[in-house]
């Protein structure tokens, strides 16, 4: 189908859901919602992967334990890391990422974002 006026065309990031994207573009961002981003720095990654598709997979797994999770694409390697929560606290996300290695998972660890 070829489109007639692409140049009105807006790709809506997968992390938006469609009434949140629209609402944001009317209303610009919500500032609660920014400042929690902005503090999560450090992510306990529960698994890494080259394919997309395997990540979003252990991302339903993961999701259907209970877990608020995300996928983090790092550029730098390629891989797409799937974290099973995110901390603005260094020390608190040391505790859980211990807590998780002693439970279920002893191959987790904590990625840290890097500001731009």
């Not at 006026?5 to 919500?30: H, I, R, W």
Request: glycine fraction near 4%.
């Amino acid at each position: 189908m070829q489109v007639q006026k692409p140049e009105l065309m807006t790709v809506v990031p997968k992390a938006f859901s469609l009434d949140e994207y629209l609402d944001y573009q009317a209303n610009g961002p919500d500032e609660t919602s920014e400042v929690v981003e902005q503090e999560m720095k450090y992510f306990i990654i529960g698994g890494s992967f080259l394919v997309p598709g395997n990540a979003e997979k252990f991302q339903e797994m993961l999701e259907e334990q209970g877990y608020n999770t995300q996928i983090l694409f790092n550029p730098e390697t390629r891989f797409n890391y799937v974290a099973y929560e995110a901390f603005a606290d260094y020390k608190q996300a040391v505790d859980r990422t211990l807590e998780i290695r002693d439970t279920f998972n002893e191959n987790a660890w904590i990625f840290e974002l890097q500001s731009e």
